[in-house]
């Protein structure tokens, strides 16, 4: 029987995106395989692709070409009815909060609406909904808010907060992979640190698969068991985090060290 570890969660194979009229693919051939429970870092400089294959991996927008295998299904081409089922199973944190929640809404009600839209028939595993209320609190919880912001507007808490809001909506309806993008990009030194931890201990204590996508390579390493290197769209290095500072490393990541 595999371990709980060495399950695939997530397969990309041959990712690829080129823009109109660009000279050359803003992602190129990408390949890796997420396993449960692991956080996968991906790093790189501004404008490398990164937030592309973040865009791509949730069909926000379609790659040209290659697969991504989500529980066993090639979702790459799916559209419509046929893709609406696995939308659960993949989520994603922004690295702005402000702008992923909706202003107009209470926090509560941003809350439970990727339940409503997405979650009714989902099997939660760690979460219960017995009523709104008692699932919102449970949420809260996890992400270590108190339950009276339930009722507050995002304007009316802190970057903090709205990240641990949108990091609490992308978890409750249990997706099998989350794609944090820049999480913490947006935030002061002090509550990125806390955010980090806040996701670390998540992961080990729901299970969660990371794909941690950050140019940040200190915080990539703090946070992932294995790191990508990605530069001009291309995976130039992958390997074990605790390889990180071994001498075989690509010319790049030794770059990066240089300014780590
Ligand atoms: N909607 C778009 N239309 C055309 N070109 C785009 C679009 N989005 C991104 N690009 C181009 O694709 C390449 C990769 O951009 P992308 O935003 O994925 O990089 P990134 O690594 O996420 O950068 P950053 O860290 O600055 O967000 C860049 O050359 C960028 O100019």
């Known amino acids: 029987m595999r371990s709980q570890a060495s399950q695939v969660v997530l397969h990309v194979e041959q990712l690829t995106r080129t823009y109109a009229g ?37 069909r926000i927008e379609d790659a040209d070409y290659g697969s991504i295998q ?30 992923a929640l909706n ?49 507050r507007y995002p304007h009316e808490l802190s970057g903090g907060q709205r990240q641990r809001v949108t990091i609490a909506r992308a978890i409750g309806i249990e997706p099998d992979v989350v794609v944090l993008d820049e999480p913490t990009a947006s935030l002061d030194v002090i509550s990125q640190g806390a955010i980090l931890q806040l996701l670390t201990d998540l992961r080990i204590s729901l299970g969660l698969s990371y ?3 950050s140019h940040d390579l200190a915080a990539v390493h703090r946070m992932s068991q294995r790191i990508i290197v990605m530069q001009s769209g291309q995976i130039v290095d992958q390997f074990g985090a605790d390889a990180l500072f071994a001498e075989e490393r690509h010319p790049y990541t030794k770059e990066l060290i240089s300014i780590f």
Do not use: M, W
């Not at 992602?27 to 997420?34: H, V």
């Not at 870092?41 to 490398?48: A, F, N």
């Not at 709104?132 to 992400?143: C, P, S, T």
């Open 70 to 99: 989500l529980g066993g299904q090639d979702i790459a081409r799916l559209n419509g009815r046929r893709l609406r089922p696995h939308r659960r199973k993949i989520q994603i944190v922004f690295q702005n909060p402000s702008a």
């Open 22 to 58: 660009a000279e050359h693919p803003a992602i190129n051939a990408i390949s890796f395989t997420l396993n449960r429970g692991e956080c996968l870092g991906l790093v790189g400089e501004s404008g490398c692709g990164k937030s592309t294959l973040a865009r791509c991996l949730l």
């Open 211 to 213: 794909v941690f996508i």
């Open 103 to 151: 202003p107009k809404l209470t926090i509560g009600a941003s809350l439970i609406d990727p339940y409503e839209q997405l979650g009714r028939d989902a099997k939660l595993t760690h979460f219960t909904y017995t009523s709104k209320e008692a699932y919102i609190r449970q949420l809260l919880e996890a992400v270590e808010l108190p339950s009276e912001l339930a009722n």
